[in-house]
């Protein structure tokens, strides 16, 4: 019987483990791997006290202090069902099932599909959902990004330093993202952008070797051996039946990281706080385990 449970170990994981180290509570952290969606990005410009550091580098530097405090991590495993009965939450997993008086959902979010055909075909086969860990496959030749928010901006000027050309497919009328970002995109001349498009298929043989986009009501083909997914994320909560969600799947949380369960607690991009930021998931994960704390020190089991 452990004091807390956190699931996830992305910036708001390990931030609530570091803080629960330093609590001296009874915990596990269980998770599918180290650092969550920030080891998937690129170059990090906002993150406090860092002027540069790139996603997979903060992501060393966080596992770096979680190992500091000898954290029991059991790594590789899937959450399938997280539930409260009688005081007591019990986490069930691919591989074992555990108990904690408290527990903090910190499970982060999952890249959305396209849904056209050939996308499950050619999944590591020429398309991929992260830049940073397969962009290099992909040197010197034609890659296209899927989206146009700032995850597709992100891939796209990880991409244009490494492949011949990058198309940018966006389905809306114009980029969303960082205006930065969007400046660096447009003035680059190995990136085409082409707003108001759909992809409808991905095409190939053993390996991706184009794209359909559908643009200003025609059809046409772009000769790409490289896809790269990023048209947002969704909540990693569907093993947390019983916690209240919005419509988009995020678990509401109040300013205390509070579920609509006592003793549940939940941080980062798996809630519903409504930006999505490194800095912000740490934070949180830092306010869910103080007030899984107050909770233990409130309670009688």
Known sequence: MHDLIIIGAGPAGITAGIYAARKKMDFL??????GGQAAWSGDIENYTGYQFITGPELVTKFEEHMRKYSISVKENEAAIEAKKSNDI?????DK??????TLIIASGKKSKELNVPG???FKN??????ATCDGPIFAGKDVAVIGGGNSALDAALQLMNIAKRVYIINITPSLAGDAIMRQKAEE???VTILNNSQVTAILGDK???GIKVKREGKEETLSVQGVFVEIGLMPNSEFAKDVEKNKFQEIKVNTRNETSIPGIFA???????PEKQIIIAAGEGAKACLSAFRYLAQHKF
């Open 119 to 121: 996308e499950k075909e």
């Open 267 to 273: 941080a980062g991009d798996v809630t519903d706080v």
């Open 188 to 190: 680059d001349k190995s």
């Open 29 to 34: 952290v269980i998770t599918r791997d180290i």
């Open 207 to 209: 390996m991706v070797s």
């Open 89 to 93: 939450v019990s986490v069930t997993t």
């Open 125 to 130: 086969r020429g398309l991929t959902y992260c």
């Open 96 to 101: 074992g099932k555990y108990e904690a008086k």
